[in-house]
């Protein structure tokens, strides 16, 4: 069965802090990961990355996936209190499918 | 900026009654998909539709349900006879270049 675990769950830490949050996968036909941030409702696309070791950054943000491990960190840098959300790791499968297996989230809270 | 919408935003019907939620894809994508969260719970992928053909589907997406593109613009979801247990928010997305962008979502309570 195709999953994609998450970790930690949740996370609390004050502003300025960094942190990292773990995504690992096992699927039969991967063709992409996916990081999303959700707040109250749409899941907001952050990344996608398909190949290894190529670190994909935006802002105080950046991603990198280990394909041979199989699993991606998602890094926030020097964190605001508008990061908190729970932030979503997707894979997205192959072939005739495309649809994407989703984690459970990390829920991040950022205190003042 | 390009998005995908969604309408209703919260769908409030009885049991037993016929729901449409409606999704305006991005406008030069190829493939859409519903998705539905239950309160609580991971992002589930229903269903996939890609040149007016469904591609693919989950278990979860049985023959209560139905997709259509009426249009060339609008994707709807249908659910013919609605459970309890259909209550969830449930988003449209659109795929460009293998990245899946989300509607806004409906929420439906099914009472």
């Known amino acids: 069965e195709d999953k994609v675990v998450q970790s930690p769950l949740s996370l609390v830490v004050h502003e300025g802090d960094t942190v990292t949050l773990n995504c690992s996968y096992e699927v039969t036909n991967f063709r992409s990961l996916l990081w999303y941030k959700q707040e109250k409702k749409a899941p907001t696309f952050l990344f996608m990355l398909t190949s290894s070791g190529i670190e994909k950054k935006s802002g105080r943000l950046s991603s990198i996936l280990d394909k041979k491990e199989l699993f991606s960190i998602l890094n926030i840098t020097a964190t605001q209190t508008g990061d908190s959300a729970v932030y979503l790791c997707a894979v997205g499968l192959g072939g005739s499918q495309g649809n994407l297996i989703f984690g459970k989230g990390t829920k991040l809270s950022v205190k003042p | 900026e390009p998005e995908v919408t969604q309408t209703p935003s919260h769908q409030v019907t009885q049991m037993g009654q016929e729901v449409i939620l409606r999704c305006v894809p991005i406008?030069?994508?190829?493939?859409f998909y519903w998705y539905r969260q239950i309160l609580g719970q991971k992002v589930e992928f229903l269903v996939s539709?890609?040149?007016?053909?469904?591609?693919?589907k989950s278990e979860i997406f049985d023959d209560q349900f139905s997709v259509e593109r009426p249009d060339g613009s609008n994707f709807t979801l249908k659910i013919r006879s609605t459970k309890l247990e259909d209550s969830a928010m449930y988003f449209c997305?659109?795929?460009?270049?293998?990245?899946?962008?989300f509607g806004p979502g409906t929420r439906l309570t099914v009472t």
């Open positions: 539709f890609y040149n007016n053909e469904i591609s693919e």
């Open positions: 406008s030069n994508h190829l493939y």
């Open positions: 997305a659109s795929e460009g270049g293998f990245e899946q962008y």
